[in-house]
């Protein structure tokens, strides 16, 4: 039995006739940007996370820089945020010419260490962007008091946390903007690149959807420097077909991450994700993701020869031979998993003239060394999960 980290095969057996009818009713109406579909996906999807506004766009790295850029943030301004996540996080921040400060991570759950950020800020800092990574919701009520202190804007990078809440409020609807991708491999996907912005501002709603088409209020009338960044109307499509089935695939991935944490509980050398309250938060489990901490002498023992700490050596992180050596023997036994991420941000190369150096955040960069995703998808058999979990324990044990 092979164990794939992530699979749309179900999900599409089951939605393939809706999904056929929705990407045909397109084609056939010649309306292939914007329209209806477009439109309906927006308000419905507004009316999901209790906001009273999504802009669709190309991606949700485009959802960042758009909401940037409408709030004003470019070249001389500071925004704080975490090293963990994917680099299009800081990226983005970097594209409208602002300056990403890293803070460090907390270790249990992976998220920007909230204690941290009012030492990180300085005359030129203008806004937050927490990452609500792999489905976690940051703690936004803390978070939204450091920044009303401070008179600092909010951007959530809510990428990976559709159907995420905390304190019964969904992600994306507590700061200035939220910011949200449908790349396939997400809780809600579509069938390519596709993102979207929140807001509960009306003008900053109408910021974005005009830099979104070039700046262009109407047409052929241009007030700024904007983008192509339109949601296509056929991810608009897919996107309502699958919108009403989300908060079940949530509450799915949440009984499969309940099980994972059960059954491992017990098993040597795994670090598990910490637990939260139900009633504190919703954790969307995008991806469960565990720490490895060492690998029996047995195992290590039959593998002098993985060259697994190239990584770690050429950017001086933590050796991570432990848990590259398990994911190897994971693959041979069937058993797929991803590493998210193996490089933090603070010390890509792309980063270099920022002054990092290996040690600036030792959490993040020890995450980096010891993180694994374990398979995880909605339609993930009881048997596919415990081969996985039979697996771990055979190797580790």
């Not at 820089?65 to 990226?91: K, M, N, Q």
């Not at 077909?241 to 491992?264: C, F, G, H, S, T």
């Not at 596919?384 to 044990?397: G, H, Y």
């Amino acid at each position: 039995m092979q164990v794939p980290p992530f699979s749309l095969s179900k999900q599409l057996a089951e939605l393939g006739p809706d999904l056929d009818e929705a990407v045909l009713r397109v084609l056939r109406s010649g309306q292939y940007i914007g329209g209806t579909e477009v439109k309906a996906f927006e308000e419905s999807f507004a009316n999901k996370i209790c906001v009273p506004h999504v802009v669709g766009c190309n991606s949700g790295t485009d959802a960042l820089i758009l909401a940037l850029r409408a709030l004003d943030i470019g070249p001389g301004d500071e925004v704080i945020t975490s090293s963990f996540s994917f680099f299009a996080t800081a990226e983005a921040i970097s594209a409208v010419g602002a300056l990403p400060v890293f803070v460090d991570v907390e270790p249990g759950n992976y998220l920007i260490d909230l204690n941290q950020i009012e030492g990180a800020i300085t005359k030129a800092t203008r806004a937050i962007l927490p990452v609500h990574l792999f489905g976690c919701p940051v703690d936004m009520k803390k978070l939204m008091g450091i920044a009303r202190k401070y008179h600092l804007k909010v951007i959530e990078d809510c990428a990976q946390a559709s159907g995420a809440q905390f304190n019964g409020q969904p992600v994306g609807s507590w700061g200035d903007v939220g910011c949200f991708s449908f790349f396939p491999t997400k809780n809600l996907g579509a069938g390519g690149d596709a993102g979207a912005v929140a807001t509960h501002e009306s003008e900053i709603a109408r910021r974005v959807r005009e830099m979104a088409v070039h700046g262009m209020p109407r047409r052929y009338v241009h007030t700024n420097l904007g983008y192509n960044s339109r949601l296509d109307a056929i991810q608009a499509a897919i996107l309502n077909v699958k919108l009403p089935r989300l908060i079940d695939w949530v509450n799915q991935r949440k009984e499969i991450a309940l099980r994972y944490q059960e059954l491992l509980s017990d098993v040597p050398g795994l670090d598990l994700p910490v637990k939260y309250a139900q009633d504190k938060m919703v954790h969307a489990w995008n991806q469960f993701v565990v720490r490895v901490k060492s690998c029996p002498d047995r195992l290590s023992s039959a593998n002098k020869e993985l060259n697994a700490s190239d990584i770690s050596q050429s950017y001086g992180l933590p050796d991570s031979f432990s848990r590259d050596l398990l994911k190897e023997k994971l693959q041979e036994e069937g058993v797929s998993t991803i590493i998210y991420y193996p490089i933090p941000i603070h010390l890509q190369k792309a980063y270099k003239e920022l002054g990092y150096k290996p040690g600036s955040l030792l959490v993040t960069e020890t995450l980096c060394s010891e993180v694994l995703s374990l398979p995880i998808f909605p339609e993930i058999t009881d048997s596919q999960q415990e081969k996985v979990v039979q697996t771990l324990r055979n190797l580790l044990s």
